[in-house]
């Protein structure tokens, strides 16, 4: 029954691994978000996808690409991964840009 | 450009009294304001939401904001705090017909027994 999940929820990995967070949603939503929250709690937005389109990329660095097989799921790849890249990742549905958005439980990366 | 200022990263209050959480936010257009919560270790959840209708807005666990133009500012507050309001709250601006949705940076909201 849940309406946005993660997994894993949490990842711990080596540098220079790539990764790949899964995110799905049941909710019927157009539009899908990849949030990345820092240590102290800033929250970035990274991706957004609307009906299979990006719609908006924040100069996020080219290692990570979001990957949208369907409407449910979006995907987040990060390749050659790096000490900073250690954070707690978010999913997020909406309908809309401009309507409530649904947060996953969240995904906390530890890059060593 | 939009921007959002939460003016307290952290705000400390005693259970029981009123909570007052600061937002402003730099706008051209009418935007939608949103204010979500995040409890420890958890996705955030939408406290409330002001989309052009009443300007005073009523969210859930007794919280509310009230849009003033005048003043570009989207305040939250709840009368009486309770142990279970200590979280991180962000406020967050929209703009129709744009393709942004902004954060703010956040403030921590600690409740003493």
């Known amino acids: 029954d849940t309406a946005v999940s993660q997994t894993p929820k949490y990842l711990v990995t080596q540098m220079g691994n790539d990764k790949s967070i899964k995110c799905e949603q049941n909710?019927?939503?157009?539009?899908m978000y990849w949030y990345k929250q820092d240590s102290k709690k800033f929250l970035k937005i990274m991706f957004s996808?609307?009906?299979?389109?990006?719609?908006i990329n924040e100069t996020v660095p080219n290692r990570f690409s979001p990957k949208s097989p369907d409407k449910a799921h979006l995907n987040l790849h990060i390749n050659s991964l790096e000490l900073g890249d250690s954070a707690v990742y978010f999913c997020?549905?909406?309908?809309?840009?401009?309507?409530?958005?649904?947060f996953g439980p969240g995904t906390r990366l530890l890059v060593l | 450009a939009q921007s959002v200022t939460q003016l307290d990263s952290h705000v400390s209050v005693s259970e029981g009294t009123p909570v007052l959480l600061r937002c402003n936010y730099s706008?051209?257009?009418?935007?939608?304001l949103f204010w979500y919560v995040q409890h420890p270790n958890k996705g955030l959840q939408l406290l409330l939401k002001?989309?052009?209708?009443?300007?005073l807005v009523k969210g859930i666990n007794g919280f509310e904001a009230e849009f003033k133009k005048s003043e570009t500012s989207f305040h939250l507050t709840k009368p009486s705090a309770h142990m279970s309001d200590a979280a991180e709250y962000f406020c967050?601006?929209?703009?129709?017909?744009?393709?942004?949705?902004?954060f703010g940076p956040g403030t921590s909201l600690s409740v003493i027994p």
């Open positions: 997020a549905t909406s309908n809309s840009l401009q309507e409530t958005q649904y």
């Open positions: 909710l019927g939503h157009d539009t």
């Open positions: 996808y609307n009906n299979k389109e990006l719609i």
């Open positions: 706008s051209s257009y009418s935007p939608s």
């Open positions: 002001y989309t052009s209708a009443a300007t």
């Open positions: 967050v601006v929209s703009l129709p017909g744009d393709d942004k949705v902004i």
